[in-house]
């Protein structure tokens, strides 16, 4: 058997790239849809980037993770927005010039208030069917307390209640939660919690994922 030749060339193991903890991969939580919190169509006056100043600037709750939605579009843009309507965030209705994703703090403030809560509002109406599965579904966080423990209102007399009655037959809907456990709105709650999320500073986040410190 002929020898191969050294060629001069050792081969080394290959290194494993070692990625920074900012290049780790992590959820994106793309929004396709979203509710209008508040719109100017001339640009912000207090807009700290000077070539963003003019430009349209649209304010958004998405309907899947509930991102906070900051879309800068480009000058002469010209678009038909209300508060609290709908609004595609894919595809665009116009050039966009900047997208961001952006905290409580960083929405207008009239944004903050009863325009964000009406806003969470509609789209846990919308998906009804998930946040009934919540109350069907739901389990334990600790030895001693139950996610819907997280609710306000519902303690551990009630939180008994619901979880007879829930074994007994599954919920079918806001109303049959209601019927069934004597919490007045349910709806309102699950708003009221994700209100709270979105807000920051919770120890626990159930319903406003990319709000979790160890998260993208």
Avoid at 54 to 62: E, M, Q, R
Avoid at 64 to 85: A, H, R, W
Avoid at 185 to 190: A, Q
Wanted: net charge positive.
């Amino acid at each position: 058997m002929k020898s191969r030749k050294n060629s001069g060339y050792s081969a080394r193991p290959i290194e494993k790239r070692r990625f920074s903890r900012t290049e780790k991969k992590t959820p994106q939580f793309k929004e396709t849809k979203a509710v209008v919190l508040d719109y100017y169509e001339n640009g912000m006056i207090n807009e700290t980037n000077p070539s963003l100043k003019d430009c349209p600037t649209l304010f958004a709750l998405g309907y899947q993770y509930f991102v906070l939605i900051k879309i800068v579009f480009k000058e002469n843009s010209q678009l038909e927005v209300k508060l609290g309507d709908w609004f595609p965030v894919v595809p665009s209705p116009a050039p966009i010039k900047k997208f961001s994703r952006i905290k409580f703090e960083d929405l207008p403030t009239l944004a903050r208030g009863q325009v964000l809560l009406e806003a969470i509002e509609l789209i846990v109406e919308a998906r009804e069917k998930e946040f009934v599965d919540f109350f069907n579904t739901s389990g334990v966080l600790t030895l001693q307390m139950h996610k819907l423990e997280l609710l306000k209102g519902i303690g551990k007399k009630r939180l008994e209640h619901i979880l007879r009655e829930r074994e007994r037959k599954p919920f079918s809907s806001f109303e049959d939660i209601k019927e069934r456990t004597e919490i007045p709105d349910p709806k309102k709650l699950i708003a009221e919690r994700i209100y709270e999320e979105l807000q920051g500073g919770q120890r626990h986040y159930l319903f406003v994922p990319w709000q979790h410190p160890h998260r993208g």
